[in-house]
């Protein structure tokens, strides 16, 4: 298990224990943390497990697939976002904090 921090827009922090091998999304689905939409369940085909790490997250940089579809969220994309449905949980990301943004579209 590892921790992971979701923080909502106003700053409101869900701290989840989520298992390794699982993903950041469904991590938050599973545990009903508001603002990941995820409606491809997945599969790298929606954005709408949009996120924001964190900086200093030891994280393995983003797939061209993902770096793709994120320009879906380009309106509200940063250097930081990533989707969530990409970051698999592992012990040397505890204590992850995303940051979720205002909409999912
Ligand atoms: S859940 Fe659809 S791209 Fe992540």
């Known amino acids: 298990m590892a921790t992971i921090v979701y923080v909502s827009p ?3 922090r869900h701290e989840v224990e989520v298992p390794v091998g699982m993903t950041v999304m469904s991590g938050a689905l ?13 599969c790298l085909s929606c954005a709408t497990c949009h996120v924001y ?9 983003p797939s061209k697939d993902e770096a793709e ?6 309106a509200s994309r940063r250097p930081e976002s990533r ?6 949980v ?8 995303v940051r979720i943004p205002e909409t999912q579209s």
């Open 10 to 12: 106003d700053d409101v």
């Open 69 to 74: 579809m994120l320009d879906a969220v380009a």
């Open 30 to 42: 599973q545990n009903n943390v508001p603002g990941i939409d995820a409606e491809c369940g997945g």
């Open 83 to 88: 989707l969530s449905c990409q970051i698999v």
């Open 53 to 61: 790490v964190d900086g200093g997250a030891d994280l393995p940089p």
């Open 90 to 97: 592992t012990q040397s990301i505890d204590r992850l904090i």
